[in-house]
């Protein structure tokens, strides 16, 4: 008789272990152990923090590579250099001017027949390798959907190093009218770099 006791006090505590502590700690909202999470949140929270690390990696050997370009191209004689320097500062300024990053951007917007609504620009705290400082860019325009992408191509493909860390948009209503359709709103934000 006390070995059913014991083994239906085992059932009872296991049972009890899985309601109060292990399930909800696989859902996030515990009764004894309160969590902000779930622990599939935090795998895919983690999953996201590995992908960004392997990023700033890939844009740190990015930066390398260029930086070492940079250092060949100053070696080249001078009258063929300073047109390549150019090129190169160019890409990677030595500082970021506010007012030129602005006109650069509307010029991009200009020529796919964009209009700049709005523009904001911040700089990181961070630096790449203590060589190369970052700066972010949020601008805001309308148009359709065809001439976007090819807007984001040109940014791809500047002579300055845009990278695309995300853009949003508002599709139009179902009760909106064709022309509508025209002027998606759209907002993107940019990073772009500068020597230090």
């Known amino acids: 008789m006390s070995k059913s006791i014991a083994n239906l006090f085992l059932i009872i ?3 009890a272990l899985y309601i109060f502590v292990i399930n909800p700690l696989q859902k996030g909202d515990g009764t004894i152990v309160g969590l902000d ?7 895919f929270q983690r999953n996201d923090l590995i992908n960004n690390q392997e990023q700033v990696k890939n844009l740190t050997d990015k930066a390398s590579k260029y930086e070492s370009e940079y250092e060949i191209l100053k070696k080249v004689e001078l009258g063929k250099s300073e047109s390549a320097e150019q090129s190169l500062l160019a890409m990677i300024p030595k500082s970021v001017d506010p007012v030129r990053v602005e006109e650069e951007v509307s010029r991009i917007l200009i020529n796919r027949g964009f209009s700049l609504d ?9 630096t790449i390798n203590n060589r190369y400082g970052s700066y972010n860019i949020i601008f805001t325009t309308k148009g359709d959907y065809k001439r976007f992408k090819d807007l984001i191509n040109d940014f791809e493909t500047s002579k ?3 990278v695309i860390k995300s853009v949003s948009f508002s599709s139009p209503s179902v009760l909106d009218s064709k022309a509508s359709t025209d002027s998606m709103p759209f907002q993107v934000k940019l990073e772009t ?3 230090n």
């Open 37 to 43: 999470k779930s622990i599939s949140e935090l795998s």
């Open 13 to 15: 505590i296991i049972t």
């Open 193 to 195: 770099y500068y020597m």
């Open 118 to 126: 709005s523009i904001s620009y911040s700089q990181n705290g961070q």
């Open 160 to 162: 300055r190093i845009y």
